[in-house]
Nanobody, 123 residues
Framework: VQLQASGGGVVQAGGSLRLSCADS????????VGWFRQAPGKEREFVST????????HYADSVKGRFTISRDRAKNTVYLQMNSLKFEDTAVYYC?????????????????WGQGTQVTVSS
């Protein structure tokens, strides 16, 4: 499985970005996909996850109400729309395939981590 995260960049606080996670080998079709992030000097933390058919989503409390996860099964792509960005959202964002069709917030429930994309929010 080759996941490719993209869409990161530099944005001012209060701005928006949309991240994409493309699955070029289409092996995540029946699995959940999750987004995680890691800021400098901090551990990787859960951001959001979406079930195999998009029917179930879950968010970290820190992003609830500001971020929206979605997936386009025809394009084998999962998106993370990030609005009202804050300085503390600055991190490298990673996507990964869940071990199950519905996966939780634990990182060990995911595999095939893609390369991350840097999000930098300036104050």
């Amino acid at each position: 499985v080759q996941l490719q995260a993209s869409g990161g960049g530099v944005v001012q606080a209060g701005g928006s970005l949309r991240l994409s996670c493309a699955d070029s080998r289409r092996t995540s079709s029946n699995n959940a996909v999750g987004w995680f992030r890691q800021a400098p000097g901090k551990e990787r933390e859960f951001v959001s996850t979406i079930s195999w058919n998009g029917g179930i989503t879950h968010y970290a409390d820190s992003v609830k109400g500001r971020f929206t996860i979605s997936r386009d099964r025809a394009k084998n792509t999962v998106y993370l729309q990030m609005n009202s960005l804050k300085f503390e959202d600055t991190a490298v964002y990673y996507c990964a395939v869940g071990l199950r069709s519905v996966s939780g917030p634990q990182a060990d429930g995911y595999r095939h981590w893609g390369q991350g994309t840097q999000v930098t929010v300036s104050s």
